[in-house]
């Protein structure tokens, strides 16, 4: 058995800064509503046709494989997680192999949204530890701009989000080395799956989502799985119940990151640094203080990015590595909440 560590570590946003004041274009908002409620000032938003979600990580992945010291030849798996792929299939796992001349090894899609990431480094721990795999490509990226509805209708969503990519390679340690995942913790609820989540296009009978969301707006279609009445309704776009999502995050990251750190016999103060999922400042900002912990024990990035998603962990990981906060041998937990519910979090030794 062995350990595995992250070996090499790039991430990528889009040059394109949208400010807060650069959406009143498109809908009815202000930059004060969307700093008070999230803490976003700016995110990025990809190129419109030059850039995908697989372009995106295909950048980071490039920086990760090259500080790890290999080359893409060496990667033998992929792990990709996103919510919002180039393709509904393939997913962009494949991409990615083809587009950086990998080898015909592996490459599988993770869509846990928010999670995604935390639940691809955990599956990609578990081929490093039995040996199954040397050097796993672990991605996560988004392009949401694509997929937004930027009007005053979706302003309580399309405000949040932005694009951008993360990744990492995934090597085995000696399993008596002191840095490396100690520990990885999956959760999920599907309760309230409906609460935070893109219907269309779906396989799904429209009546069994206008149930479960009682504003929905079905209009008897049935189980189509697109139609121009779907468009019409804007039933193309992510639905969220902000709120709902809220509550439940509130307790669910404190709960996941305490798990993470009893299981390993440490406490909050053993901390070097808490890399929460970046899906609102508030929402960090009450597991902060929920855990008691520091303001440098906690990196935040989302005032500049939004939230990315599944690029979301690596991206801010990268930047607090890159920026000296992260030190060989510091306790880091990355820990996530999102649509699902699913939550996870991991706790690493750099
Ligand atoms: N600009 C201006 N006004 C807005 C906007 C906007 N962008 N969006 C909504 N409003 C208005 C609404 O129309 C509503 O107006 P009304 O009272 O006249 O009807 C009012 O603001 C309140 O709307 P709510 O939807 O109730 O807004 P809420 O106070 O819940 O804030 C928010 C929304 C920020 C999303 C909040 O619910 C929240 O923080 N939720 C946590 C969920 C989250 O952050 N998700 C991120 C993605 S999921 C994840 O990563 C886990």
Avoid at 28 to 50: C, L, P, Y
Avoid at 98 to 111: N, S, T
Wanted: net charge negative.
């Amino acid at each position: 058995m062995f350990k595995s560590k992250i070996a090499g570590i790039g991430m990528y946003v889009p040059s394109n800064v949208v400010t807060n004041n650069d959406l009143l274009k498109y809908m009815d908002t202000s930059d004060e509503w969307i700093q008070e409620r999230t803490g976003i000032k700016e995110r990025r938003f990809a190129h419109r046709t030059d850039e995908t979600t697989t372009t995106m990580g295909v950048e980071a992945a490039k920086i990760a494989i090259e500080r790890a010291g290999i080359t893409p030849q060496d990667i033998d798996f992929i792990v990709f997680a996103t919510l919002s792929p180039d393709y509904y299939f393939p997913g962009c796992g494949v991409l990615l192999q083809r587009a950086m001349k990998m080898k015909e090894i592996g490459a599988l899609d993770v869509r846990n949204q928010c999670s995604g990431f935390v639940y691809a480094l955990s599956v990609a721990d578990q081929f490093i530890k039995t040996g199954m795999y040397k050097n796993i490509l672990v991605v996560g990226a988004e392009k949401h701009s694509f997929g937004l509805d930027f009007t005053t209708r979706g302003r309580n969503i399309s405000v949040i989000f932005g694009d951008g990519a993360g990744a990492v390679v995934l090597q085995p340690a000696d399993i008596s080395s002191s840095s490396g995942i100690l520990s990885t913790h999956l959760h999920s609820d599907g309760e309230a799956a409906e609460i935070l989540a893109m219907y269309n296009p779906g396989t799904h009978a429209n009546h069994w989502v206008k149930e479960k969301v009682a504003d929905f707006n079905s209009n008897e279609i049935g189980d189509m799985f697109m139609s121009h009445e779907m468009i019409d309704n804007a039933q193309n776009f992510p639905f969220m119940d902000g709120q709902s999502v809220f509550k439940k995050a509130v307790v669910k990251f404190p709960e996941v990151i305490m798990e993470a750190l009893q299981q390993n016999g440490l406490q909050t103060s053993d901390l070097k640094m808490l890399i929460p999922h970046q899906a609102n400042l508030r929402i960090a900002q009450f597991v902060q203080q929920k855990l008691k912990l520091n303001d440098d024990q906690v990196y935040n990035n989302i005032q500049k990015y939004g939230n990315t998603t599944a690029a979301s962990v690596p991206i801010a990981l990268c930047e607090a590595w890159e920026s000296g906060k992260i030190k060989e041998g510091d306790l880091v937990c990355l820990a996530a909440f999102g649509s699902g519910f699913t939550w996870a979090s991991a706790l690493l030794r750099w």
